[in-house]
């Protein structure tokens, strides 16, 4: 066997291509490296404490955590949880209406009728809302509908305040859904003879509606937790609200005054009040999920 | 058929002195004078930018949905003016139906998409049926689809998401189709099928069919118009604009050097 056969034959410089440095260095470098590790790394110690938090709760919430923890309500220092997981339930219910309300006509006319310079406007506004610190929010709720309009520390006030809020989340959700529909799905329908509501009805919103669906959990879920916009607008009532305009309790509130209370057993409920909120915030996260994913399949292909 | 309405003898639309002009006094069409009679193919041919677009959007008042032109002139439908003061462009583009560079099929399955039109003026279960069965047969996608009506119309291809739009734009039976590019965005084979259910559709209704490609119009159309810096330089017979064109500027394009 002749060795010449095997030998690479010598390459013209402008023809080899590793030793052609026109492209600059190309090595897996201790960067390239340091990357690679560094990603799941930051990622690691964003989840850790997040799943170390979900853990202690657990572990300080479960052993004492009966059925009864939500059936009856609190007494002094012991009880259940039942009064302030209702009217958690009903402030989010009144919350999420009024962000609702507000936040999706907003984000549509936003999206949908205003002209540039006028959504530029509302779009600044919604931002510099959500940036408002929650306490903030909870006193001008005091000042608005627990003093101006006479509705004291209640339901009604809570709630409200609460969905001021949130409606920015909605909003900006509610826009972006429908400001990021393909020009050309508007261009066509119009163009088939679609009046331009119906244009709305029948091809946005089937489209957005999974976005704004999800902005609006998500809004849930970042206002369920909340406290300070409740602190001053309601009272930790340790009986359901019997109306809108009677104080209602909130988990939320509970972990706030429980962890205050120095009498024996009053920590544990405030770890079964946490136990609660994480179990919803974690649901409404789940079911964000499910419709993205849902959505996700329904309109692959649309937005190319 | 196009339903049951008798084929005019005069022009289906005719456009006199039409003009588009953007802001800043700025002319997309001067002055366009221009026939469509019945069962006829019509190409509109011309340079990038020379104003096809404006033209066939403006015969159906989709210009309307961009802000800052204005329209001069008249458009006529069947002798009535299109932009009159008491016409509703709703109305204006149920009959004049548009079919667009890119497919523009809508999340649905492939029967609503094909049914939209008639959705829209609520007709009846049985009529939205057979209209959306005869539109599909009529653009040439029913041997395709006819299995899988319920199926998104998304997961469909190019080439037939394209004769989908087609299709759901003769399901309201329009007397005039607008289609802008067609196959400009679909592969030689798929641009084979579109070009076959035009040639189909032109014994029908007026096609009015806007390319950047005098291949295709050689191919389909029976007339030539062409548009050029927002004029109509001449118009003509296919045969005789690729062969005689009148017009040095006509001659420059069919031989690829404008
Ligand atoms: N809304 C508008 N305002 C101002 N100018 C416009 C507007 N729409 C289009 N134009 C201009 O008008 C001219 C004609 O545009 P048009 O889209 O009708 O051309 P076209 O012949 O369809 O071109 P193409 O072959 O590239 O699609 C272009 O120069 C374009 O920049
Ligand atoms: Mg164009």
Redesign the pocket.
Known sequence: MSGTALAAPALAASDDLRRDRSGGVWRRTWFDRIVGWALPLTVLVAVIPILDLAYWICVRALPSFTLATLTTNPSGAGGGLYAPLVGTLEILLLATTTAVAFGLIGGLVTAEYLDEAGAGVVRVTANVMAGIPSIIVGLFGFLAFVLAFGWGASLAAAGVTLGVFMTPYVFRATDLAYASIPPHIREAALGSGARPIQYLLRVATPIALPQVLSGVFLAMAIGVGETAPLYLTTSAAAIPPSGLFVPAGALSLYIWEDFQNPLPGAVHIAFEAAFLLLVIVVGLNVLVRLIGQRARRRLEGLFQ | MSGAAPVPSGPVVAVEKLSVT??GN?K??DGIDLDFAPRSLTAIV??????????V?SLNRMTEL????RIDGRVLYLGQNIYGRSVNPVVVRRRMGMVF?RPTVFPMSVFENAAFGLRLVRASEDEVDSAVTEALQRAGLWEEVRANLDGPALALSGGQQQRLCIARALAVRPRVLLL??PTSALDPAATQRVEATLQRLKEEIVLIL?T?NVAQAARVSDRIAF?HS?RLVEVGATGEILERPREPLTMQFITGRV
């Open positions: 953007a802001r700025r997309l069409l011309g340079p990038s930018g020379c104003g096809k677009t404006t033209f959007r961009t802000p800052g032109l560079q802008d590019e806007v950047h548009l927002g």
